[in-house]
């Protein structure tokens, strides 16, 4: 199985400010990697897939980066919305994996 | 627009089987390349995929479920199902269903909503 790995398990930032969440994979996965935000209550939601690529609706603060093993979500310019919970699932071979989260909050 | 929606009991007494469907809307579930998935959120941890079923018929099931589980699909009803036997309070979690897609790298997308099972007597 592929292990993901993130870092940091939690983070406290606040609005406007540059944030980046690392993701690394136990084996080399080329591009097929994909970036999640869930906030509670809610399912998640698709932010980044093929390591880059923003998905469709999603706003422009959000980016991804890497391939191989080690892998980036950065977000510009926190919003208020954009306080919730990421994660990191490698889309390469079964069984998928997630990353164990990481969890944005406010300081 | 695709839309997916669980649906099931919210209340699974240990041992026996949970049981959950998810209907698929604004798309057939028949159509080519894709995936059908189920993943659930145990409270205060993290995502766990289940399992998935290709639109050929394949299932994958994640080996820690494997000897439980079974995914499957009914094309009449636009529907896919999950059933996870012998389950037990490890087994409470929010459950959701997802596709998979080339367009989107195989990432998940759209997902359901979800639908919190409790195992408890």
């Known amino acids: 199985d592929i292990q993901m790995t993130q870092s940091p398990s939690s983070v406290s930032a606040s609005v406007g400010d540059r944030v980046t969440i690392t993701c690394r994979a136990s084996q080399g996965i080329s591009s097929w990697l994909a970036w999640y935000q869930q906030k509670p209550g809610e399912a998640p939601k698709l932010l980044i897939y093929?390591?880059?690529s923003l998905q469709s609706g999603v706003p422009s603060r959000f980016s991804g980066s890497g391939s191989g093993t080690d892998f980036t979500l950065t977000i510009s310019s926190l919003q208020p919305e954009d306080f919730a919970t990421y994660y990191c699932?490698?889309?390469?071979?079964?069984?998928?994996?997630f990353g164990q989260g990481t969890r944005l909050e406010i300081k | 627009q695709l839309q997916l929606q669980e649906s099931g009991p919210g209340l699974v007494k240990p041992s026996e089987t949970l049981s959950l469907t998810c209907t698929v809307s604004g798309g057939s579930i028949s159509s080519s390349n894709y995936y059908w998935a189920w993943i659930r959120k145990p409270p205060g941890k993290g995502l766990e995929w289940i399992g998935s079923i290709y639109s050929s018929g394949s299932t994958y099931y994640n080996p820690s479920l494997k000897s439980r589980v079974t995914i499957s699909v009914d094309t009449s009803k636009n529907q896919f199902s999950l059933k996870l036997s012998s389950v037990t309070a490890a087994d409470t979690a929010v459950y959701y269903c997802?596709?998979?897609?080339?367009?989107?790298?195989?990432?998940?997308?759209?997902w359901g909503q979800g639908t919190l099972v409790t195992v408890s007597s």
């Open positions: 997802a596709r998979r897609a080339d367009t989107s790298g195989w990432a998940f997308d759209p």
């Open positions: 699932q490698q889309a390469k071979s079964f069984p998928i994996t």
């Open positions: 093929a390591a880059s």
